[in-house]
């Protein structure tokens, strides 16, 4: 029987991304007077942990689903219960989820089989290739199929909604809360920041900075190490003028693969994956920012800072639009053309360097918050 505007609304993070974006959405709830119930997944554990730390997150649950080198199926299996159990548990009104990850996927589904409300924020990104981004494109799809509501960052993600007959009404173009968490972060949180032994060092360094990050699986194999062939070939071209900085995700196809190619390579640091505010830092001193996350190409948008997206298909190009960023093939000759290019040509990295509000204005969370209150009635 559904609850229709009643109870409780409650957030679901389950990896890092999510934890990030979702963060100003609580946010904002409890500064309207209603705070969220947190429910965390744990398809992430140790890079989720320093997150919620950093940012001051308390979760009402943990699942702990994440076993190391989970499979879909079986993540999706264990989510899928342990999500309908807490649900019956708990008895939510709506349930939040974000994005495209497995968790949100099944906890979306798990909702609608419970008769909760789904809310979805960062809804309707398509490459409109359902192999790429792998499962994440199918993963967003499923949820805008059961979704209640759907919170759309950019006016093509409403737009790619509607085309798909999702009710005009229940689509709200909110912006992008990656932003609000970014800017919340930069302005009141950094200030405050001791110094870590880790990032100190290259934050001093005079040499420009590149920050990297891969980790989707649709570049597992070969991707992976052609990302790696044109990071060494970068660092040999710019010995002395560069520190490429790569904070190495922990799954077990990425983390050994990219160490066994780059480790020892003079000018590139490999570190663990750093906490949120650690990460923030670097990333506003970076020259140059080469990535396939979704999560930081927007960042570096916002910031105004020039990324190659070392992907080949994109669910959100309003950053290369804009001019800050731009899709490189996942290719050793064409990543280190693209990076050797904007590090070498001062005139070419500054039309790039220019900030864009594509993807928000840093005010998403209160437009969300103002629709799931309006929502409870
Ligand atoms: C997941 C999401 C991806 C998102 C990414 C953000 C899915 C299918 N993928 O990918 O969309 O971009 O998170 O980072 O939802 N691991 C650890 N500790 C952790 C996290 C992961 O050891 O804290 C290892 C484990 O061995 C785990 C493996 O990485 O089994 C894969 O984790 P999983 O969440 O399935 O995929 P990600 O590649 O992290
Ligand atoms: N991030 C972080 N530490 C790192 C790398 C990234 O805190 O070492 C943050 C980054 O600021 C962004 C988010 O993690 O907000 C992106 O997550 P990820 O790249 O794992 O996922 P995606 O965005 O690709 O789904």
Do not use: W
């Amino acid at each position: 029987m559904r609850r229709e505007g009643a109870g409780e609304v409650a957030v679901l993070i389950g990896t890092r991304p999510e934890a990030v974006k979702l963060m100003p959405v609580v946010r904002a709830l409890e500064e309207a007077g209603a705070p969220p119930a947190v429910y965390v997944t744990g398809q992430h554990r140790e890079l989720l942990a320093p997150i919620l730390a950093d940012l001051a997150l308390v979760p009402a649950e943990d699942l702990g689903v994440m076993q190391p080198n989970q499979a879909l199926g079986d993540l999706s299996a264990r989510l899928l219960v342990a999500v309908q159990e807490l649900l019956r548990r708990r008895r939510p009104g709506t349930l939040v989820v974000q994005g495209d990850t497995t968790s949100a996927a099944m906890g979306a589904l798990a909702a609608f089989y419970e008769d909760v409300r789904v809310a979805h924020v960062e809804a309707g990104l398509r490459t409109g290739n359902r192999r790429n981004p792998f499962p994440e494109e199918m993963n967003r799809r499923l949820v805008a199929c059961v979704a209640d509501l759907h919170f759309a960052p950019t006016a093509r993600a409403r737009d790619n909604l509607l085309s798909e007959n999702v009710p005009a009404a229940t689509v709200h173009l909110v912006g992008n809360t990656v932003v609000d968490a970014l800017f919340h972060a930069r302005d009141r949180l950094l200030p405050g920041l001791a110094p870590d032994p880790v990032t100190e060092p290259l934050l001093r360094s005079p040499r420009a900075l590149v920050l990297v990050t891969a980790h989707r699986r649709e570049s597992f194999g070969p991707d992976l190490l052609a990302i790696a062939a044109g990071l060494k070939r970068l660092a040999e071209a710019f010995a002395g003028r560069v520190e490429i900085v790569y904070p190495v995700h922990l799954n077990p196809s990425v983390d050994p693969v990219m160490r066994a190619a780059l480790a020892g390579v003079a000018g590139v640091h490999l570190t663990p994956p750093l906490p949120y505010l650690r990460f923030l830092q670097l990333l506003l001193r970076a020259r140059l920012v080469i990535t396939d996350s979704g999560g930081v190409q927007e960042e570096a948008s916002a910031l105004g800072i020039p990324f190659l997206c070392a992907r080949r298909a994109s669910e959100r190009l309003e950053a290369v639009e804009a001019g800050v960023g731009e899709m490189v093939a996942p290719e050793a000759d064409a990543l280190f053309s693209a990076a050797a290019g904007l590090l070498g040509d001062e005139a070419a990295h500054a039309r790039r360097a220019r900030p864009t509000k594509a993807f928000g204005d840093g005010h998403a969370a209160e437009r969300i918050a103002r629709v799931l209150l309006g929502m409870r009635g």
